[in-house]
């Protein structure tokens, strides 16, 4: 049986590991940005079914102070197999294809507390579709964020040759599916559904694949992940040195 020495120690220890995971936790609950408005736009191409997507963010700056003023993003895609991204707003310095399933966009300048910034870009992506019975079906989720809240997400689909979707609202060219006060994670899918025939060149080596038509979250803190596996390693080498099973 542990001495009441070696009970101490851990029981110390463990005191102290809560207090800090406490402070870590709670500096972390602090929202450092906004997003105001989200509006992507799909255009299939009626050939392949490939589609050619733009997305519209307007993004606050809640809190430049704790990690500094917002001078990148990085946004998740449906899947990686995407190409082209193009900056379409000339704020951004540059555009490129980051940990395979992400944009990454650095902005021309920095933005402070209390600033937007506005900004637009374009992506090519495949391999979204499935085939059943004679159909095309696509579902499509926007990125979402997992830390930060978004007040307004609308997605925008070309009706052409649609058959049928889960959104009853249109416009003369596009459905439409909106949602506001999204919560942090919250996300928003688009299911459409097409005759096979509506496309004159689909490909079995271009269909939807290991569940990939979710998008990937964002805004992941990788030096949380790393801080709690250290603690972990941390707490399973003090355990094995007390002998801790003997305390049972």
């Given at each position: 049986?542990?001495?009441?020495?070696?009970?101490?120690?851990?029981?110390?220890?463990?005191?102290?590991?809560?207090?800090?995971?406490?402070?870590?936790?709670?500096?972390?609950?602090?929202?450092?940005?906004?997003?105001?408005?989200?509006?992507?736009?799909?255009?299939?191409?009626?050939?392949?079914?490939?589609l050619?997507?733009?997305?519209e963010?307007?993004?606050?700056?809640?809190?430049?102070?704790?990690?500094?003023?917002?001078?990148?993003?990085?946004?998740?895609?449906?899947?990686?197999?995407?190409?082209?991204?193009?900056?379409?707003?000339?704020?951004?310095?540059?555009?490129?294809?980051?940990?395979?399933?992400?944009?990454?966009?650095?902005?021309?300048?920095?933005?402070k507390?209390?600033?937007?910034?506005?900004?637009?870009?374009?992506?090519?992506?495949?391999?979204?579709?499935?085939?059943?019975?004679?159909?095309?079906?696509?579902?499509?989720?926007?990125?979402?964020?997992?830390?930060?809240?978004?007040?307004?997400?609308?997605?925008?689909?070309?009706?052409?040759?649609?058959?049928?979707?889960?959104?009853?609202?249109?416009?003369?060219?596009?459905?439409?599916?909106n949602?506001?006060?999204?919560?942090?994670?919250?996300?928003?899918?688009?299911?459409?559904?097409?005759?096979?025939?509506?496309?004159?060149?689909?490909?079995?080596?271009?269909?939807?694949?290991?569940?990939?038509?979710?998008?990937?979250?964002?805004?992941?803190?990788?030096?949380?992940?790393?801080?709690?596996?250290?603690?972990?390693?941390?707490?399973?080498?003090?355990f094995?040195?007390?002998?801790?099973?003997?305390?049972?």
């Amino acid at each position: 049986m542990l001495n009441l020495k070696k009970r101490y120690i851990l029981f110390t220890f463990i005191l102290t590991l809560f207090a800090i995971l406490f402070m870590h936790s709670n500096c972390y609950a602090q929202d450092l940005d906004e997003i105001v408005d989200y509006v992507v736009t799909v255009d299939p191409r009626m050939t392949d079914g490939t589609l050619d997507i733009i997305y519209e963010i307007t993004w606050k700056v809640l809190d430049s102070t704790t990690e500094g003023p917002l001078t990148w993003v990085q946004i998740g895609t449906p899947n990686d197999n995407f190409s082209g991204a193009t900056a379409l707003s000339n704020n951004i310095a540059s555009i490129t294809k980051s940990n395979g399933s992400f944009v990454k966009i650095y902005f021309k300048k920095a933005y402070k507390s209390g600033e937007q910034v506005k900004f637009r870009y374009s992506i090519h992506q495949s391999s979204m579709y499935k085939k059943s019975w004679g159909n095309c079906k696509f579902e499509f989720t926007p990125a979402w964020f997992t830390d930060i809240k978004v007040d307004n997400l609308t997605i925008r689909w070309n009706k052409d040759q649609v058959k049928s979707s889960n959104t009853k609202n249109k416009d003369e060219s596009y459905l439409i599916w909106n949602k506001t006060n999204l919560a942090k994670g919250e996300k928003l899918t688009a299911t459409v559904k097409y005759s096979a025939k509506a496309f004159s060149s689909l490909s079995s080596a271009n269909e939807w694949k290991n569940n990939q038509n979710g998008a990937y979250n964002t805004g992941v803190n990788f030096g949380v992940i790393i801080f709690i596996i250290v603690i972990i390693a941390i707490i399973i080498s003090m355990f094995s040195r007390l002998r801790w099973w003997r305390i049972l």
